[in-house]
């Protein structure tokens, strides 16, 4: 069993498009986060998610909206998807003793 | 704001020799984290070092922390191919809600 698995891996929209990436954890993990990974594989962390509720939005702009319909699961849409936002968008949750990450595979977005 | 460092950016080595990748980091922390990525794979939790501890092992790999200089270092012994590799360091925001990720070093092991 995946413990934290992201839908799609790879996405190839328009410009102006609207788009989401679902993500689940069967870790059992109260908190989750989405980072975003560029061309330079450098880690930045987006939001941040502790039972459902939001505990980290970092200077992302108002075109991504995280959404916890319950703690395994915490979903990002995307609106009016910009040349920019090409990258690599990781979900992963963390286990609350050690503070270690766990991550998914990833989804590749490539908007054209 | 980045948190951690990576120095080199990219290292080559031949199989069976020995890899150092150093981080830097800028505030104070509660532990430090090392992760891998495989190319086009999600991060791998390799180790984790507590602000208490100098030092820790785990199979091949040896982690050493010096707060008193904001630094840690990974050490790859007997690296196979299967090493290469971008490796991260992690440290957790002072809030210590997120962990905050350097750009990382690239392995490349050759046989």
């Known amino acids: 069993d995946t413990a934290v698995s992201q839908t799609p891996k790879y996405l190839v929209t328009q410009m102006g498009n609207d788009k989401s990436i679902k993500c689940e954890q069967n870790l059992g993990h109260d908190t989750m986060y989405w980072y975003k990974q560029d061309s330079k594989k450098f880690l930045k962390i987006m939001f941040s998610y502790n039972n459902k509720e939001l505990i980290i939005n970092e200077t992302v702009p108002n075109r991504f909206s995280p959404k916890s319909p319950d703690k395994a699961h915490l979903n990002l849409h995307i609106n009016s998807l910009e040349l920019g936002d090409s990258a690599v968008y990781f979900c992963a949750s963390m286990w609350e003793n050690t503070g270690e990450l766990f991550f998914g595979e990833g989804s590749r977005l490539t908007v054209l | 704001s980045q948190q951690g460092e990576e120095d080199p950016q990219a290292l080559s080595i031949q199989e069976g020799e020995n890899a150092t990748m150093n981080c830097s980091y800028k505030?104070?922390?509660?532990?430090l984290q090392w992760y891998r990525q495989n190319s086009g794979r999600g991060l791998v939790h390799l180790i984790l070092i507590r602000s208490n501890e100098r030092e820790k092992h785990s199979g091949r790999l040896r982690v050493t922390l010096d707060t008193s200089k904001k630094s840690s270092s990974l050490l790859i012994t007997a690296s196979r191919a299967a090493d290469t590799a971008s490796y991260f360091c992690?440290?957790?925001?002072?809030?210590?809600?997120?962990?905050?990720f350097g750009k990382g070093t690239t392995l490349s092991v050759s046989s």
């Open positions: 992690a440290t957790a925001s002072p809030a210590g809600t997120a962990l905050i």
């Open positions: 505030t104070s922390i509660n532990n």
